[in-house]
């Protein structure tokens, strides 16, 4: 068969069904509200926050490679584009950008403006070590671990924070090598 | 003055504009999410009945929201103050804000005339969804009644708001029926 050519953020996005991102950010907003009701902690709402993204993330990206048609990226600096162009068009629909290359190509950032997860947000004061989008990061290292490489990721900016924009810091600690269970000619 | 305090880079989240709500998320990503708020709300609960109650109470805090929304977008700070009004609106206008479409329909309970019900062949909540056998009547629609609820009591009309699923013949899948329940006045 001959490869189909990669789908850009766009055309996916506009072939996708959709639905209000209010709906979405609302109910976000109705998830986070919950958490800090039931674990009290910031750090536990955090951690919790982390971990639904997670759970989220190694589901999505089987979506991801099913409508993208990307094959595997030549090396991670094509794979943090994919993710900023492709990913969070085709499910956000907002594009977000990289940027903060390390000399060796492992660590940086990827940076939204634009980020439906915080209309209506204002962090009181109480909440302030509260990293609100937490889910974000968990989803792409989870999508990511699926795909082979191990991350870490962590927030540089937060606009609820006060910054003027979110940035993610992703660092690829390990690349594991693919394994296949089975032989090719089985 | 609320919001003001630490040094943020727009002070208040009153000064941005308010957006006109025509963004848009996949409704993959709203999915995932919803997913784990039922998965996440399963762990915190011993039974099914606690657990609807607890995706109601979610629901309710993104009803009461959308209502003090709309009303000041759509309709020029005004809401409905008659039983029938703010009926048509929830079916209506918070059906098409947040699913895209007005409800299947509307109807007026035949046993008792306080119920009114609200029907939706594939609510957009449950379209992801199959109840195992072991959870017996359990409805994710218990987070769009609680939504409701949230509209209907925010407004001034307190009710009980259940969702059932009602078999349609000749139709492999339930529809689901949100039941309205309106209190008695005080």
């Given at each position: 068969m001959a490869p189909v050519a990669p789908r850009s953020g766009d055309a996916i996005f506009a072939s996708v069904d959709r639905v209000n991102a209010e709906l979405f950010t609302l109910t976000y907003g109705a998830i986070v509200r919950q958490l800090l009701t039931d674990l009290e902690e910031v750090e536990e709402v955090n951690k919790q926050l982390d971990q639904m993204g997670y759970n989220i993330g190694i589901r999505l990206v089987d979506e991801f490679l099913a409508k993208s048609?990307?094959?595997?990226?030549?090396?991670f600096k094509e794979t943090a584009e994919v993710i900023a162009k492709v990913g969070f068009k085709m499910f956000l629909g907002v594009t977000a950008s990289v940027t903060n290359w390390d000399a060796d190509g492992t660590c940086c950032s990827i940076v939204l403006e634009?980020?439906?997860?915080?209309?209506f947000v204002e962090l009181p004061d109480n909440c302030?070590?509260?990293?609100?989008?937490n889910i974000l990061s968990g989803v792409i290292r989870g999508a990511l671990e699926m795909v082979s490489m191990k991350t870490e990721i962590t927030w540089a900016r937060d606009m609820l924070r006060g910054d003027d924009a979110f940035e993610l810091q992703v660092k690829l600690i390990k690349q594991v090598p693919e394994e296949y269970p089975y032989k090719d000619d089985e | 003055m609320i919001g003001v305090g630490k040094a943020k880079q727009y002070s208040n989240v009153l000064d941005k504009p308010l957006s006109k709500g025509k963004q848009e998320v996949s409704l993959s990503a709203f999915a995932f999410l919803f997913s784990e708020l039922v998965q996440y709300n399963q762990t915190q609960v011993d039974n099914i009945a606690e657990l609807e109650r607890r995706l109601e109470d979610a629901g309710y805090s993104v009803g009461a929201r959308v209502l003090e929304l709309l009303c000041h977008r759509d309709k020029g700070n005004r809401r409905d103050t008659r039983l029938l009004g703010i009926l048509s609106f929830v079916h209506t206008t918070v059906w098409k804000v947040l699913f895209g479409k007005a409800a299947d329909s509307l109807e007026k309970g035949t046993e008792h005339e306080d119920e009114y019900m609200i029907s939706e062949k594939e609510l957009l909540v449950n379209r992801f969804i199959s109840i195992p056998?072991?959870?017996?009547?359990?409805?994710?629609?218990a987070f769009v009644a609680g939504i409701v609820r949230g509209v209907l009591d925010s407004a001034g009309f307190p009710a009980v708001v259940t969702a059932h699923f009602v078999p349609i013949e000749g139709q492999q899948r339930p529809r689901t029926t949100i039941l309205i329940k309106f209190a008695e006045e005080s």
């Amino acid at each position: 068969m001959a490869p189909v050519a990669p789908r850009s953020g766009d055309a996916i996005f506009a072939s996708v069904d959709r639905v209000n991102a209010e709906l979405f950010t609302l109910t976000y907003g109705a998830i986070v509200r919950q958490l800090l009701t039931d674990l009290e902690e910031v750090e536990e709402v955090n951690k919790q926050l982390d971990q639904m993204g997670y759970n989220i993330g190694i589901r999505l990206v089987d979506e991801f490679l099913a409508k993208s048609n990307v094959s595997s990226c030549v090396d991670f600096k094509e794979t943090a584009e994919v993710i900023a162009k492709v990913g969070f068009k085709m499910f956000l629909g907002v594009t977000a950008s990289v940027t903060n290359w390390d000399a060796d190509g492992t660590c940086c950032s990827i940076v939204l403006e634009d980020n439906p997860l915080v209309d209506f947000v204002e962090l009181p004061d109480n909440c302030q070590g509260l990293y609100y989008c937490n889910i974000l990061s968990g989803v792409i290292r989870g999508a990511l671990e699926m795909v082979s490489m191990k991350t870490e990721i962590t927030w540089a900016r937060d606009m609820l924070r006060g910054d003027d924009a979110f940035e993610l810091q992703v660092k690829l600690i390990k690349q594991v090598p693919e394994e296949y269970p089975y032989k090719d000619d089985e | 003055m609320i919001g003001v305090g630490k040094a943020k880079q727009y002070s208040n989240v009153l000064d941005k504009p308010l957006s006109k709500g025509k963004q848009e998320v996949s409704l993959s990503a709203f999915a995932f999410l919803f997913s784990e708020l039922v998965q996440y709300n399963q762990t915190q609960v011993d039974n099914i009945a606690e657990l609807e109650r607890r995706l109601e109470d979610a629901g309710y805090s993104v009803g009461a929201r959308v209502l003090e929304l709309l009303c000041h977008r759509d309709k020029g700070n005004r809401r409905d103050t008659r039983l029938l009004g703010i009926l048509s609106f929830v079916h209506t206008t918070v059906w098409k804000v947040l699913f895209g479409k007005a409800a299947d329909s509307l109807e007026k309970g035949t046993e008792h005339e306080d119920e009114y019900m609200i029907s939706e062949k594939e609510l957009l909540v449950n379209r992801f969804i199959s109840i195992p056998k072991d959870m017996g009547t359990f409805n994710c629609g218990a987070f769009v009644a609680g939504i409701v609820r949230g509209v209907l009591d925010s407004a001034g009309f307190p009710a009980v708001v259940t969702a059932h699923f009602v078999p349609i013949e000749g139709q492999q899948r339930p529809r689901t029926t949100i039941l309205i329940k309106f209190a008695e006045e005080s």
